[in-house]
């Protein structure tokens, strides 16, 4: 009758940063846990489980664990987006074993005790190896909410980091600011075309001087 046995897995979490609480078991007054199991789908928030049931989820042969022991681990997530209401914020049940079933010198789960007692006044006592079933129950989890400053500052980041912050910047600053105008001269360098000064025909004169064809090309654009 062992896998038959129960066990209640009470569990409540709180995020103190949303202000948010809740716990697994159904808050009704109706005498729901007398009667009901473990079910995820229909009995989610009755946290009753029968042994051979939490042996079984864990892939373990409960014949075999009973004799040996074991420890297995009872883990509950709680991973909850606060965005949305507080039935979304639900518990998910895992099961493992946690101690090496592979390595003899450690395997399995066992534990000694001594019952003492007088045989004609001479004190005695019988020494118990006993072999058994531990549960571990293991909570974790996260709960975030939208906010807008982070996504700023994230959004901010990435942008930077691909070189699409300066050019956002720039366009703001030369297109909706008032003194545009001025943060265009400061930022840009013009460069103005230098009309030809020779002196009418002749021979020299369609030919740019040595220094002239250094600084401008036909174009007018200056080089370097």
């Not at 989610?44 to 075999?64: D, K, M």
């Not at 996504?151 to 720039?170: E, K, M, P, R, Y």
Request: hydrophobic residues 35%.
């Amino acid at each position: 009758m062992a896998p038959n046995f129960t066990i209640l897995i009470k569990n409540s979490i709180h995020y103190p940063k949303f202000q948010f609480s809740k716990g697994n078991i159904e808050n009704r007054r109706d005498g729901y846990l007398r009667h009901c199991t473990f079910d995820e789908v229909s009995h989610l928030y009755c946290p009753i489980f029968r042994l051979g049931f939490i042996v079984e989820r864990a892939g373990e042969n409960f014949t075999e664990l009973a004799h040996t022991g074991g420890v297995i681990g009872v883990i509950i997530n709680w991973d909850c987006d606060l965005d949305l209401s507080a039935s979304n914020c639900n518990p998910k049940y895992s099961f493992r074993r946690l101690d090496p079933k592979h390595v003899p010198a450690s395997s399995g789960y066992n534990f000694r005790f001594a019952k003492y007692y007088k045989i004609n006044g001479t004190t005695t006592r019988t020494l118990i190896k006993a072999y058994g079933i531990r549960i571990d129950v293991i909570v974790h989890g996260q709960a975030g909410k939208f906010s807008l400053i982070p996504t700023i500052i994230n959004l901010a980041t990435a942008l930077t980091s691909i070189g699409v912050g300066s050019f956002l910047c720039d366009w703001i600053l030369l297109t909706f600011m008032n003194k545009n105008k001025v943060y265009s001269h400061k930022k840009f360098d013009k460069m103005v075309d230098i009309p030809d000064r020779g002196a009418g025909p002749g021979p020299c004169a369609s030919e740019p001087s040595q220094q002239d064809s250094t600084l401008t090309d036909p174009r007018g654009l200056a080089q370097l």
